[in-house]
């Protein structure tokens, strides 16, 4: 099984919402990644967690809050969001956090805030 | 530090003809490079990588891809294009002691019937 597994696939939120986006795989990957994508443009790394603790935050604003509850689930809580922050978000799983290891992908969630 | 370039954002090919992405990186140390084909709405999928070995790389879909040192390139081909392959295309380096991928800013791929 190559599969990472998206929920949901789409999400409208206001602003003072709250929302979880939710990420899981079962290939037994030690390194997983939350990523945001604007149309037409590549991947934006957000988060990487190695080994169910957060490696790297790229300086992403606090309205979004990351959790791995254990080593096939990754969680993004969102809280407070901007119109802005409207993009397709995506969850990556690697074997482990070395850049030799290819990333799988999901599907992603589409992400509206109003 | 790591970068990836990509000539050509948007790229048209028709039908049968020879499809050609470029990619050209910037390592200190050496690379691991990825091809990842995204169609509409739906995530990354990986085309082909290298990382050591054989610099001549064949991927699925029938895509393959040659990495070449000197010219620093990885550039993705394939012989034939099908309407199936328009989609957009990510050229992705990493390196061993890295934990992220830097992409490229993307080409994408339009075929003509």
């Known amino acids: 099984d190559t599969e990472v597994t998206q929920t949901p696939k789409h999400l409208v939120m206001g602003m003072t919402n709250k929302k979880s986006l939710k990420c899981e795989q079962h290939m037994g990957h030690r390194a997983m990644y939350w990523y945001k994508q604007k149309a037409k443009k590549p991947p934006e790394l957000m988060f990487v967690?190695?080994?169910?603790?957060?490696?790297i935050n790229e300086s992403v604003p606090s309205r979004f809050s990351p959790e791995c509850p254990n080593s096939s689930l990754l969680n993004l809580h969102l809280h407070a969001l901007q119109p802005e922050d409207s993009a397709l978000y995506l969850c990556a799983s690697s074997q482990e956090a070395s850049g030799v290891y290819e990333q799988y992908f999901g599907p992603g969630t589409r992400l509206t805030v109003t | 530090a790591q970068s990836v370039t990509q000539l050509g954002s948007h790229v048209s090919v028709s039908e049968g003809a020879l499809v050609l992405l470029r990619c050209n990186y910037s390592s200190s140390v050496p690379p691991y490079l990825f091809w990842y084909v995204q169609y509409p709405n739906q995530g990354l999928q990986l085309l082909l990588k290298?990382?050591?070995?054989?610099?001549l790389v064949k991927g699925i879909n029938g895509f393959e891809a040659e990495f070449k040192k000197s010219e620093t390139s990885f550039h993705l081909t394939k012989p034939s294009a099908h309407m199936s392959d328009a989609a957009e295309y990510f050229c992705?380096?990493?390196?061993?002691?890295?934990?992220?991928?830097?992409f490229g800013t993307g080409t994408s791929l339009t075929v003509i019937p």
């Open positions: 967690y190695s080994y169910e603790k957060l490696s």
């Open positions: 290298y990382t050591t070995g054989a610099t």
């Open positions: 992705a380096v990493s390196v061993l002691s890295g934990n992220q991928f830097y």
